[in-house]
T-cell receptor, first 114, second 112 residues
Framework: DAGVIQSPRHEVTEMGQEVTLRCKPI?????LFWYRQTMMRGLELLIY????????DSGMPEDRFSAKMPNASFSTLKIQPSEPRDSAVYFC????????????FGSGTQLSVL | GQQLNQSPQSMFIQEGEDVSMNCTSSSIFNTWLWYKQDPGEGPVLLIALYKAGELTSNGRLTAQFGITRKDSFLNISASIPSDVGIYFC????????????FGAGTRLTVKP
């Protein structure tokens, strides 16, 4: 299995630009999570989906952030417009377990907003 | 929300030494997990604990779910250079949307 696949690995953009991060979960996993990792705040859950339906988006910081999961094999996290404080590593993770406790993480997208 | 306090923040040890790190919380969790993150990669699950008092081993790693359900520790015996990385605890609350919280991490450095 290829594991959770995220793209791009690195993204450098200018403030105000739209950023789209992509994720392909492990085939057969029914839950997908977006996390953000910074030195200051550690790993923060942004949103998670179960069977393609958003279950908890309380971690999404602002309306500038949006996430979609149009099908079981693809999800996007979009930031529009981006700001320097959005700079972080964004991880996607998927889970097979009913209670979602065993997460399989992708390699992350390192986002730098200048 | 629920806060996890993980300590120590960092550790510098000599190869062969044993390591211990722990997490505490003011809230009860149903599940405790330990992950390791290598540089440039996402966290990888090491051990999952499901019952208070449970003691589980995975090779040189041993973790325990505290009796009070508010804490957990991870021990690494006979450390080797590839143990270097950041170790995260995570607690999950099944009564709150299966909400999972991560600790701030323990950065481990092993000197050969």
């Amino acid at each position: 299995d290829a594991g959770v696949i995220q793209s791009p690995r690195h993204e450098v953009t200018e403030m105000g630009q739209e950023v789209t991060l992509r994720c392909k979960p492990i085939s057969g996993h029914n839950s997908l999570f977006w996390y953000r990792q910074t030195m200051m705040r550690g790993l923060e859950l942004l949103i998670y989906f179960n069977n393609n339906v958003p279950i908890d988006d309380s971690g999404m910081p602002e309306d500038r952030f949006s996430a979609k999961m149009p099908n079981a094999s693809f999800s996007t996290l979009k930031i529009q417009p981006s700001e320097p404080r959005d700079s972080a590593v964004y991880f996607c993770a998927s889970s097979l377990e009913t209670t979602n406790e065993k997460l399989f993480f992708g390699s992350g997208t390192q986002l730098s907003v200048l | 929300g629920q806060q996890l306090n993980q300590s120590p923040q960092s550790m510098f040890i000599q190869e062969g030494e044993d390591v211990s790190m722990n997490c505490t919380s003011s809230s009860i969790f149903n599940t405790w997990l330990w992950y390791k993150q290598d540089p440039g990669e996402g966290p990888v699950l090491l051990i999952a604990l499901y019952k208070a008092g449970e003691l589980t081993s995975n090779g040189r790693l041993t973790a325990q779910f505290g009796i009070t359900r508010k804490d957990s520790f991870l021990n690494i015996s006979a450390s080797i250079p590839s143990d270097v990385g950041i170790y995260f605890c995570a607690g999950q609350n099944l009564d709150n949307n299966n909400d999972m919280r991560f600790g701030a991490g323990t950065r481990l450095t092993v000197k050969p």
